[in-house]
């Protein structure tokens, strides 16, 4: 049974910064691109960072772009979320996902990931 189990969320105040992580099981992970996505209240689920199998290809949401970090450890079965200089906009409930397809990974879409975790809320006051 595939568990993806986040953590690391919080309140913060704006300027901020807090460390996302994503602890996989069921699965092999070393397999898996990973990405990180947000839903914030009365909106859509966004993509905001992606990383490949072997963390050669990364891709991040131009509203993230220079303030957060994606990386992965295949040794700890594990993806982070670096977030620094936190915006009240990043506040979300942030998710993480894995994507199996062989190529053209990570995906920047929902639909290109097989399985989610129930999610870390993230607020950042002004």
């Known amino acids: 049974q595939v568990q993806l189990v986040e953590s690391g969320g919080g309140l913060v105040q704006a300027g901020g910064s807090l460390r996302l992580s994503c602890a996989a099981s069921?699965?092999?992970?070393?397999?898996?691109?990973m990405g990180w996505f947000r839903q914030a209240p009365g909106k859509e689920r966004a993509f905001v960072a992606g990383?490949?199998?072997?963390?050669?290809?990364?891709h991040y949401a131009d509203s993230v772009k220079g303030r957060f970090t994606i990386s992965r450890d295949n040794a700890k079965n594990t993806v982070y979320l670096q977030m620094n200089s936190l915006k009240p906009e990043d506040t979300a409930v942030y998710y993480c996902g894995a994507d199996q397809r062989f190529f053209g990974g990570p995906g920047t879409k929902i639909d290109e990931y097989d399985y989610w975790g129930q999610g870390t809320q993230v607020t950042v006051s002004s």
């Open positions: 990383i490949s199998r072997s963390s050669g290809s990364i």
């Open positions: 069921g699965l092999t992970f070393s397999t898996f691109a």
